[in-house]
C-alpha cells in the first residue's frame, strides 16, 4: 500500500517538477512552424514562426519603446541555396508598466514572425536552416538577462497536387 501511495505522489509531482526545470526569465518557448507557398527549387516560400511567452511575461517588441531595451530578434542561418528576406515583427502591444513613465511596446501570450525563404534554382529539398530567437523577458517593470531560444526550420519538398 505503500509504495502504491508513493508511485501515486510522484506521478502527481512529475508535471510540476518538468515545469521547474525552467529558469527565470525563460518565458519564450517555440510554437508551430510552418510554410506557406510551394516549396520547390527556384520558388519564394514564407517560413510563419509561431512563439508562445509564459504568462504573466512579457517581452520588448523587435522596436522597443526605449533604445535600451533589448528588442526581440530573429537570427537565421539560411545553407547555400536559401536567401532570407527581410523578417516580418508584429506590432508590439502598448503596455503601461507600474513604475515607469512611458508605456512598453511589447508581446505577450503568442505572436507570429513571417520569414520569406528565396530557393535557388539549383537547392537540394528538404534542407533545415538554423534560426536564433534573442529576447529578454520581463515580468512588470522587472527584467531579467537576456536569453537565446535556439531552434531549425525545416522545408520540405512540396508533394505534387494529383
Known sequence: MKRMFALSALLLLLPMAARAQKKVGEAASLGKIGIQGEAKAGATVTAVVRIKIEPGYHTHSNKPSEPNF??????????AG?????IKYP???SEKVQGLDKPL???EDEFQIDVPLTLDAKVSL??????TLSYQACRGATCYP???LKFD???SAASKAK
Open 70 to 79: 533589448i528588442p526581440t530578434r530573429l537570427e537565421l542561418t539560411p545553407p
Open 82 to 86: 536559401v536567401k532570407a528576406g527581410a
Open 91 to 93: 506590432e508590439g502591444k
Open 105 to 107: 511596446s511589447v508581446y
Open 126 to 131: 528538404p534542407l533545415t536552416i538554423p534560426a
Open 146 to 148: 537576456p536569453k537565446k
Open 153 to 155: 526550420i525545416e522545408v
